[in-house]
C-alpha cells in the first residue's frame, strides 16, 4: 500500500522535531502536526522560560554580596513589564528556529490539531488526511490541577509565563520540581511565597539529605515552607472569607496584585480575584494568587488513540515497549505522553532511538538508566543514580557527604551551605549515586554523570587531583565514609 508519508509526528516539541528531523534528513518523507507552538512545552512553557526567571530571580541576592566585596551596589525595582516582554520577544525567536529546522530539512508541518482514524490515518482539524507507514505521537503532558471546588482559581505553570503583572503573595501548592523551581523564582523576583506541600519532605524520591539542605535554605531565603501541610479549601476572597491577607510582597518589585482579567494577557487563564484558602492545619489566609504545581498528566484525550487500539495506562499514559512501540504496530510514542522520565533530554533521546529502530534498521531499546538531572531550587540541585535511601534498600552501600559554607558565601558572611555526596557499594566499590547541592550543580552533574555512566569507583575520583580552589573538589578529597549503611 502507498503511504501519503512514511513518517507523520503529532506533536512539535522536542522530542517529535528531533524525530521528524532526523528521519527526513535520512530520506524519509516526513509529516509533523502541531496545534500549539512549536517547541512544546520545554521551549514555550518549560525548562526555557523557567531557567530565564532563574536567572532574573538570582540577580535579588548580587548586592549584598557584592557589597561584601567592596561594591557599592543596592537593588533596584524589577520591571516584570521589560522582562516578559524580552522573554517573549526569545521564545519568539526559539519558536521560528524550531519551525525552520523542521522547513530546512524537508519535513511538511501543519498548524493543526490530529486525530487518529486508523492504525495508519491521521486526520487534522483543518479537514485533511493523510495516511503514513508510521505515526509517532509526541504530543507531551500538561499541568493538571486537584480535583476539589474551585480549584480553576489556581494558576498552573503554564500561566506562570502570560502574567501581565506579578502577584504580591501566591501560595503554591506541590513539593515537586515545578513547585520548588518556581518557590524560588518567585521569591527571588519580590513575590510573597507560601508553599505547602503534603508529605514530610519537599522533592520527593530524591536523596534525603540533599533535599534536607534544599528545604532549610529556600525557608532561609523566606519562602514560608509548610510541610505536612495542604489546600483544604478555596473561595474567591469576599466579605465571608476575612482571613489575613498574605500579599506584604515588596511595592516596589510588584505594582498591584494579579487577579483581574485586564492583568492578564491574552490567552492567559483568568485567575480571578484573590484567593481565599483554608489549610489542612486549619489557618486561613487570602493570596493574591494560588498555583498548582501538583504534577503533569500526558495529553491523550480526544486523539482517537483507544479507538485504533492504542493501549492507554492508568494515568492516560500510551504504553509503549522499549523501542517505543505502542500496542499497534504502526504507532509508536515518546516523551512525557509515555509516562516515563519525563525530561526533555530523555525525550530527544528516546526520538533518535525510534528513529535509528524504524528507519536505520537497528533496534535500539532507550537507555533509561543513571540519567543525570538538575533541579533548578535556589541552591541548585545536580543529582545522578541512587539516593542513599535508594541504595541502602539494594546493597550495603558506603557514604561519603560534605556540606560546607563556600568561601564566596563565608567572605560575604552568608550562611548558604552547599552538600556534596557520594552513595558507593560496598562489594564493588562503584559510585552508585551523586548529589550536589550548590551553584552551579546542573553543569557539575553533567560531567560527574560521564564518569558514573562508565561505571566509576570510588578509588576512581580518588585518583583524580583536585581542582583548586573549587567547591567541587571535595568530589574527589573526601577519604572516610560518614556512615556504611
Ligand atoms: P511532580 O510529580 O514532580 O510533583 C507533583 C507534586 O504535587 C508532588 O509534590 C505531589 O505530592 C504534589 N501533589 C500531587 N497531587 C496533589 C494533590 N492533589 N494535592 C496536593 N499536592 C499534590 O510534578 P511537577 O509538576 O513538579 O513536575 C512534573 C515533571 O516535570 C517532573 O516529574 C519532571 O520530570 C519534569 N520537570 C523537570 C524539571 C527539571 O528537569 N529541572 C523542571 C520541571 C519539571 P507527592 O510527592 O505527595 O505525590
Not at 45 to 60: D, H, I, Q, T, Y
Not at 372 to 379: D, E, H, L, Y
Request: glycine residues 10%; proline residues 5%.
Amino acid at each position: 500500500m502507498a503511504f501519503d508519508y512514511d513518517l507523520f509526528v503529532i506533536g512539535g516539541g522536542s522530542g517529535g522535531v528531533r524525530a521528524a528531523r532526523v528521519a527526513a534528513s535520512g530520506g524519509a518523507k516526513v509529516a509533523l502536526a502541531e496545534e500549539d507552538r512549536y517547541g512544546g512545552t520545554c521551549v514555550i512553557r518549560g525548562c526555557v522560560p523557567k531557567k530565564l526567571m532563574v536567572f532574573a530571580s538570582e540577580f535579588a541576592g548580587t548586592p549584598d554580596q557584592a557589597r561584601a566585596y567592596g561594591w557599592d551596589l543596592s537593588l533596584g525595582a524589577f520591571d516584570w513589564t521589560a522582562f516578559s516582554g524580552q522573554l517573549n520577544t526569545e521564545l519568539d525567536r526559539l519558536e521560528e528556529v524550531y519551525r525552520n529546522l523542521l522547513k530546512n530539512s524537508g519535513v511538511d508541518s501543519f498548524d493543526a490539531r490530529a486525530r487518529l482514524t486508523d492504525a495508519h490515518t491521521v486526520e487534522l482539524s483543518t479537514g485533511k488526511s493523510f495516511t503514513a507507514k508510521h505515526i509517532l505521537v509526541a504530543t507531551g503532558g500538561h499541568p493538571v490541577r486537584p480535583d476539589m471546588p474551585n480549584a480553576h482559581l489556581g494558576m498552573v505553570s503554564d500561566d506562570i509565563f502570560k502574567l501581565k503583572k506579578l502577584p504580591k503573595s501566591v501560595l503554591i501548592v506541590g513539593g515537586g520540581y515545578i513547585a520548588c523551581e518556581f518557590a524560588g523564582i518567585l521569591n527571588g523576583l519580590g513575590v510573597n511565597v507560601t508553599q505547602y506541600y503534603r508529605g514530610a519532605q519537599i522533592l520527593r524520591g530524591f536523596d534525603d539529605e540533599a533535599r534536607g539542605l534544599i528545604a532549610e535554605s529556600m525557608q532561609e531565603k523566606g519562602i514560608d515552607l509548610h510541610l505536612g501541610t495542604n489546600i483544604l479549601e478555596m473561595a474567591p476572597a469576599s466579605a465571608d472569607h476575612s482571613a489575613s491577607h498574605a500579599g506584604t510582597g515588596s511595592d516596589a518589585a510588584m505594582g498591584a496584585p494579579v487577579g483581574t482579567t485586564q492583568d492578564l494577557l491574552p490567552g492567559a487563564e483568568d485567575t480571578g480575584e484573590p484567593v481565599w484558602v483554608k489549610a489542612t492545619n486549619g489557618s486561613e489566609n487570602v493570596f493574591d494568587a494560588v498555583f498548582f504545581a501538583t504534577g503533569r498528566d500526558p495529553n491523550t484525550a480526544d486523539m482517537g488513540l483507544e479507538e485504533v487500539g492504542v493501549k492507554i495506562g492508568r494515568r492516560g499514559e500510551i504504553v509503549v515497549d522499549e523501542y517505543s512501540q505502542s500496542s499497534v504496530p504502526s504507532i509508536y510514542a515518546i516523551g512525557d505522553v509515555t509516562n516515563r522520565v519525563a525530561l526533555t533530554p530523555v525525550a530527544i533521546r528516546e526520538g533518535m532511538a525510534f528513529v535509528e529502530t524504524v528507519f536505520n534498521g537497528n533496534p535500539t531499546p532507550v537507555d533509561h538508566e543513571l540519567i543525570p538531572t538538575a533541579i533548578f531550587t535556589q541552591p541548585e540541585m545536580g543529582t545522578v543514580g541512587m539516593s542513599e535511601e535508594e541504595a541502602r534498600e539494594q546493597e550495603p552501600v558506603e557514604i561519603y557527604c560534605t556540606s560546607f559554607r563556600p568561601m564566596k558565601s563565608a567572605f560575604a558572611n552568608q550562611p548558604d551551605r552547599v552538600l556534596f555526596k557520594l552513595v558507593v557499594s560496598k562489594a564493588t566499590r562503584k559510585v552508585l549515586g551523586c548529589h550536589m547541592v550548590a551553584p552551579g550543580a546542573g553543569e557539575m552533574i553533567q560531567l560527574a554523570g560521564i564518569a558514573i555512566k562508565m561505571g566509576a569507583t570510588k578509588e576512581d575520583f580518588d585518583r583524580t587531583v583536585a581542582v583548586h580552589p573549587t567547591m567541587s573538589e571535595e568530589i574527589v578529597t573526601m577519604r572516610e565514609p560518614i556512615r556504611t549503611a
